[in-house]
């Protein structure tokens, strides 16, 4: 039952890793929706599989990673399994990406305006030079980089990281992608930039109508930014919901904490004191807890929670969690 | 960069001058007498005196070496005791045989290096990786000499179109090159086919990726260059190395290269003809790095000299 206005549908993802020790599920079985339009939040602590669900949505997992299971459904077309002709005419012209780190992420030994142009002319193959340097030029202005003729022929090392993640914006955006993945996009930037970058893609998410996929670890930039939100956990969506519900109901113990941490520009951080973070680690993607497998930092854990793996309960509402305290 | 590298040519004076200075003291402990070299027996000790004061061999060893760099300075090496002829004459004639031959073998060895390199490179652990990182490590460990050894036996004695040695025409370069090509091109392999590997772990491959590009195109367009960087060092090392004389090939095939010179002139201690020599390999060893440092610069925008 899909609705019309669906632009991407996973359903029971799976993105194994054979490596020589054993079997990382860094994917393990996730529903994922995005509706056109709409800016869909994944959440989660660092080495929670959020990078390898883009990834497997830009079918760009390299051995000894794999797709094992599931479908990608992108405009209704699945995407796993697709011939890899198919596949690269929808890479950064129908699906676009933003990494994490803008300072690696440029070719250093080119001209930034060379490199957006680039995709420009792999996806529209009549397109002249002169006129994709003069779409780049536009994107350049649009994206809010000054002096955008004098910056297409800058190296990326001559930009600041903020310019050249507008850079990697203008790159993600100048074919006027229908879903943008931004894994993380302002993780290596400072508050301030940080905050611009995010104001820049809001904008231009309503200008361009494209739909958004925010990767991060930070509630706080998923309240500022997101319709939706997935919250994951050492490869497992934990909860969904409409931002507004999450935030005013929260429901599973792990969203508790990661509420308790978001960083505040507000108040005043506690140097001393620090950030408030959930106690433990990220459990070894190779050994798996029993059970649910956030039970060993939950406080509320119980004897069954070592024992079965909770399912995603509906809450109504559109909002789903997987914790045994809502299974009755 | 102009005046980058006036500056690199300035610093490289003191070091030129130091290599002249301890070559210069390391000929003169040497023992052997040059005017008995030069002179057949029975020569009257008149004759003797009159050649070394001719010579200024009687001279304090400071005084000889100050004069040795004055002249030099005005492009005069001396006179080869062996040869009698001009120093700076004989290693002129013989440094086109030995750029014909040290740029033939540095073409020959990145034509199938490089190659060879991203191939194994893209094919990482298979059969065909396997198979060229196996040729280049017999490449880089069969002696040169060896392996001249075997050509001159294949192409010239059994299928006969190839001439065994002498230098009077290109089809005389052929099989040298190849002998000294194939030795290092199992090093540019290798070195191309790690660097590679290197770059295409970077986030700027990914990127490359995402965007829709094939993966040759990720290959050639995006990674090549960058994995280039250590390569063109080497390169340009390896060239300022032949071109100071590929001692061995020369001598295999009877190339008269400044290789052969070098040997000759230590087997007959001809003093100032080995000097002359060192001399220029000093001087070319540093122009090769200048090079790679131009070439470095030209690749990687990053690098900005001042
Ligand atoms: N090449 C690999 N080999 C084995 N496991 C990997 C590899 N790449 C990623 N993983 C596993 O995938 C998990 C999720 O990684 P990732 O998606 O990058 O996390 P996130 O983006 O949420 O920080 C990691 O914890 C790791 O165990
Ligand atoms: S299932 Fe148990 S351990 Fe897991 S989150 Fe819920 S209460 Fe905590
Ligand atoms: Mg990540």
């Not at chain 2, 060229?132 to 050894?149: C, D, E, N, Q, Y």
Request: with cysteine.
């Amino acid at each position: 039952m899909r609705e019309d206005n669906t632009i991407l549908e996973i359903n029971n993802l799976k993105t194994y890793f054979y490596t020589d020790k054993g079997v990382v599920p860094a994917v393990d079985d996730v529903s994922i929706k995005v509706k056109k339009g709409q800016i869909v939040g994944i959440v989660g602590e660092s080495g929670c599989g959020k990078s390898m669900t883009s990834l497997s949505i830009m079918q760009l997992i390299a051995p000894p990673g794999k797709i094992a299971g599931g479908e990608i459904r992108f405009d209704q077309k699945n995407l796993v399994g697709i011939s890899k002709q198919e596949m690269r005419s929808i890479r950064g012209n129908e699906i676009s990406m933003i990494f994490q780190e803008p300072m690696t992420s440029l070719n250093p030994v080119y001209p930034v305006g060379k490199q957006v142009a680039e995709t420009l002319l792999l996806h529209n193959a009549n397109m002249t030079k002169a006129e994709a340097k003069r779409k780049v030029i536009e994107m350049f202005a649009m994206v809010g980089i000054p002096e955008p003729e004098k910056r297409y022929s800058v190296y990326p090392h001559q930009l600041s990281g903020g310019l050249r993640q507008r850079v990697m914006i203008a790159m993600a955006l100048i074919c006027r992608s229908k879903l943008l993945i931004a894994d993380e996009p302002t993780t290596a930037l400072d508050v301030t930039i940080e905050a611009q970058i995010l104001k820049l893609m809001k904008n231009l998410q309503a200008e361009i109508d494209t739909s958004i996929i925010m990767i991060t670890h930070n509630l706080g930039i998923v309240a500022e930014m997101c319709d939706y939100v997935y919250v994951m956990y050492a490869g497992k969506i934990m909860e969904q919901a409409d931002v507004f519900d999450l935030f005013d109901n929260p429901k599973h113990p792990y969203t508790e904490g990661l509420l308790k941490s978001i960083p505040r520009r507000d108040v005043h951080q506690n140097k001393s004191k620090g950030l408030y973070s959930i106690e433990g680690m990220v459990p070894n993607m190779l050994q798996l807890p029993r059970g649910c497998r956030f039970h060993p930092r939950c406080e509320y854990a119980v004897d069954a929670c070592r024992e079965v793996e909770p399912q995603l309960v509906d809450m109504g509402n559109d909002h789903l969690v997987r914790c045994i305290k809502y299974n009755q | 960069m102009g005046a980058y590298i006036v500056k690199r040519l300035l610093i490289s004076i003191p070091v030129i001058f130091g290599i002249s200075l301890i070559t210069f003291i390391m000929l003169n402990v040497i023992p052997g007498d040059p005017i008995a070299l030069m002179m057949k027996e029975h020569i009257s000790t008149d004759v003797v005196e009159r050649v070394r004061a001719q010579m200024h061999l009687d001279d304090p060893a400071y005084v000889r070496f100050f004069r040795f760099v004055w002249d030099a300075l005005h492009g005069d090496f001396g006179t080869s005791y062996k040869l009698n002829r001009s120093v700076t004459t004989l290693l002129l004639d013989a440094f086109p045989n030995t750029l014909a031959l040290a740029m033939s073998g540095a073409l020959v060895s990145w034509i199938i290096g490089i190659p060879a390199g991203v191939l194994s490179a893209v094919k990482k652990r298979s059969f065909l990786d396997n198979s060229i990182m196996g040729f280049s490590l017999l490449g880089v460990s069969i002696p040169v000499f060896w392996a001249g050894l075997l050509f001159q036996y294949i192409f010239s004695m059994v299928l006969g179109i190839l001439p065994v040695s002498g230098f009077s025409g290109p089809e005389y370069l052929i099989m040298p090159a190849i002998v000294l090509g194939w030795s290092s091109a199992g090093t540019i392999a290798r070195l191309t086919r790690s660097s590679l590997l290197e770059v295409m772990r970077n986030d700027y491959i990914r990127t490359a990726r995402a965007k829709g590009n094939l993966e040759i195109k990720v290959i050639l367009n995006h990674a090549l260059k960058n994995s280039m960087l250590p390569v063109v060092t080497v390169m340009a090392l390896q060239v300022a190395g032949l071109l100071s004389g590929a001692v061995i090939t020369e001598s295999v095939f009877g190339i008269p290269g400044i290789g052969r010179i070098a040997v000759n002139a230590i087997q007959s201690r001809d003093m100032p003809l080995l000097q002359g020599a060192v001399m220029f390999t000093t001087v070319l060893v540093i122009l090769g790095n200048l090079v790679a440092d131009i070439l470095y610069s030209l690749i990687d925008p990053r690098i900005k000299y001042d």
